[in-house]
């Protein structure tokens, strides 16, 4: 009789453990991700306004103690961030070094300059070694920056980027659901899993570019029927690629969310499909580099 009872009692622990990993395995709901720019401000080393021109984000910076300077915050930029001659001229910097700089067309060789602290809110980062170039001259004014911000820069953390509500979040202590509904899972940043019809592609999410989609010649011809017109150059870092434009006959899925009439931009010279600031800025972004995950809430 012992061994019966205690042969159930194993059973039914199989069973319960079991039952809670399954459970554990469901997909975190869409609600419990898209509340967390709304968490207690105690969550928060920084949570700050922002400006946004043209799709792209703007923020004000704090550089070796002076300031305020004007960043922009570019998912698309790989490494801490860089300086304009601008911001280089203000702080009188020395050139500190040499860089290879590509934007997957072309590679060139670039100066780097030393930041001894740049400040973001409550965030800071020491000792960061840059890119500079001369952004501004190619710009609108509305849109010049003395800065970027590039990805490594919130690398430790959560980073919410709420379009609606102009408002940059950064976290430490909060992090994303390994999954759900409006979660999606990346290897190389950030390239996460887009639907063009019924294409499944790979798209680099980047906040930096005043876009909607781009894509290469031979994909866009894979996924659409949609005429095109001539958009003269396009300029990437290092490289000008002549550049054609339409609308997409095709729904854009990202995450649970479907996109129509989406605007896009093509090149026989673009190495990969970019999803841009104009689609980005319909959503709030949340990134997690600690546990390659971004989510998208509407």
Do not use: W
């Amino acid at each position: 009789m012992f061994a019966y009872a205690r042969f159930l009692s194993t059973i039914l622990c199989l069973f319960c453990l079991i039952t809670s990993m399954a459970v554990a395995a469901q997909p975190a709901p869409a609600s419990q991700t898209c509340a967390l720019p709304r968490a207690p401000a105690s969550n928060f080393t920084a949570r700050l306004p922002f400006d946004v021109v043209d799709g792209r984000i703007y923020v004000q910076v704090r550089v070796n103690g002076r300031g305020p300077f004007r960043f922009a915050v570019d998912t698309g930029a790989s490494g801490l961030g860089r300086a304009d001659k601008t911001l280089v001229a203000a702080l009188g910097l020395p050139i500190h070094g040499a860089s290879a700089s590509s934007d997957g067309v072309q590679s060139t060789t670039v100066d780097t300059v030393l930041l001894d602290s740049v400040e973001l809110g409550g965030l800071s980062r020491r000792a960061l070694e840059v890119i500079t170039r001369d952004y501004g001259s190619r710009m609108k004014p509305e849109a010049a920056f003395h800065g970027i911000l590039g990805r490594d820069f919130f690398a430790d953390g959560l980073l919410i980027l709420d379009y609606p509500a102009r408002t940059l979040s950064f976290s430490p202590a909060l992090s994303l659901a390994a999954t759900g509904s409006n979660v999606l899972k990346y290897e190389r940043a950030f390239r996460v899993p887009v639907s063009i019809g019924g294409n499944k592609l790979e798209g680099n999410l980047d906040t930096g570019a005043n876009v909607g989609l781009v894509m290469p010649q031979a994909m866009f011809d894979k996924v659409s029927r949609a005429s095109l017109r001539d958009a003269g150059q396009g300029m990437l870092t290092n490289t000008r690629i002549d550049t054609k434009r339409g609308v997409l006959d095709q729904p854009v899925t990202l995450g649970s969310s479907s996109l129509s009439g989406v605007d896009v931009r093509v090149s026989e010279r673009f190495p990969e499909l970019l999803v841009g600031a104009h689609i980005l800025q319909r959503y709030t972004v949340m990134i997690d580099q600690r546990s390659k995950t971004i989510a998208l809430c509407d």
